[in-house]
């Protein structure tokens, strides 16, 4: 989302001055300077030893901050997240993207088609794994440019995640799914419905949205006046030249992710409840996932708008939020469950935009009660999913 990409160059160029500070003073160390002798004849050449010292502090903090940050940004783990991956495959997306798709969890029940949020992959999903994937069949993908999945030019749009999306879903080889997606994934999940309604109608048997909203997230996120004020000359601007600078985005991205600055800069997508692992496994993603795509996805979402998608569609949601969310805030939940015709909300206590890690028994035991009243179970046929 863009704040939280914001936020991240805000605090990696903060890093960067540290390396650059932690650079030049133990050159300038090396070089020492000549001062006139105590007894005024001739000069002598001295090094000042806290240049030596400091400089090496702050290279040692640019390589290794992020071991002493991490535990004070958040609580010790009693059940750690980690980038776990299973078999999968690929499958041909839209506009020659290629799709990174796993199938997990039991054979029997309406297959939960999960979709991540941007900048990540569907290794976020490892709580889901484990739990909703004890009772429900999860198909779970990469988004096209991040994780295992490939895009070409041109392909990082919502309308070309939508119907990546489609092909994804009926890749699972079973007539009606569950589609659920957080942030950008439940964008996506719009876009599919305001797009391609007749195939909803036919082939979607619940929706569920998390932690998302319904229209240019600098409208319903913190500061938005201020943000949308910046759009034009200084964010656009800005992440234009991160997609044409890529290497040394990338480069930049990881020299925060080890001085912990990228730690700090997703904190802020984090509210009460969040566990060391939780932070970690959320900015690796963010990190090792190409700067580029990210900020031409984060370009695509400027001018998106789904008002309304779901007005006209008989099809269940679930709208779950979260009451700290300050990147798509609460009010956007309401907003798109009062535009659906069949919808509840539920916004959950403590919790900000990644609040499906923070407490994830809780969002899934609102995902399990809703897909129980859906319908009657399905046997998911499993070398259909991964046909290739």
Excluded at 88 to 100: H, K, M
């Amino acid at each position: 989302m863009p704040l939280v990409a914001l936020l991240k160059i805000v605090f990696g160029l903060l890093s960067l001055l540290v390396l650059a500070a932690g650079g030049y003073l133990v050159w300038s160390w090396w070089h020492g300077a000549l001062i006139p002798a105590a007894d005024g004849v001739g000069l002598i050449f001295v090094r000042d030893d806290w240049r030596l010292w400091t400089g090496l502090g702050l290279l040692a903090w640019s390589l290794l901050g992020r071991v002493v940050l991490t535990p004070l940004l958040a609580r010790a783990d009693t059940d750690p997240t980690r980038p776990r991956r299973e078999a999968g495959v690929a499958i041909d997306g839209e506009g020659g993207a290629s799709l990174y798709v796993e199938h997990r969890g039991v054979a029997t029940g309406l297959p939960l088609v999960l979709t991540h949020g941007w900048g990540l992959d569907s290794t976020i999903w490892d709580y889901a794994s484990r739990d909703l994937g004890q009772r429900h069949p999860l198909v779970l993908w990469d988004l096209p440019g991040l994780g295992r999945s490939r895009v070409k030019a041109g392909g990082v749009s919502l309308p070309a995640f939508a119907e990546n999306l489609r092909k994804v879903a009926e890749s699972s080889g079973v007539e009606r799914v569950v589609l659920i997606g957080h942030s950008i994934g439940g964008m996506t999940i719009q876009t599919l419905a305001r797009d391609y309604p007749e195939w909803v109608r036919d082939h979607v048997a619940g929706i569920v949205l998390i932690n998302t909203t319904f229209t240019n997230p600098l409208r319903t996120m913190i500061a938005s006046p201020l943000l949308l004020a910046l759009r034009k000359p200084v964010l656009e601007p800005v992440f234009h030249l991160m997609a044409w600078l890529q290497p040394l985005a990338w480069l930049g991205a990881w020299q925060s992710y080890l001085s912990g600055s990228a730690h700090i800069a997703n904190r802020f997508g984090f509210g009460r409840y969040v566990t060391r692992s939780q932070l970690e496994h959320t900015t690796l993603l963010a990190t090792r996932n190409p700067p580029g795509v990210q900020a031409r996805g984060n370009l695509a979402m400027f001018d998106w708008d789904a008002t309304g998608a779901l007005a006209a569609l008989d099809v269940p949601v679930l709208v779950l939020g979260g009451d700290l969310d300050i990147i798509t805030k609460a009010e956007a939940s309401r907003a798109i469950a009062g535009q659906a015709v069949t919808a509840e909300v539920e916004v959950i206590e403590g919790v900000n935009h990644m609040g499906f890690l923070e407490r994830a028994p809780v969002y899934h035991g609102a995902i399990d009660a809703f897909v129980a009243g859906l319908d009657r179970p399905q046997v998911v046929t499993r070398n259909a999913v991964f046909a290739e």
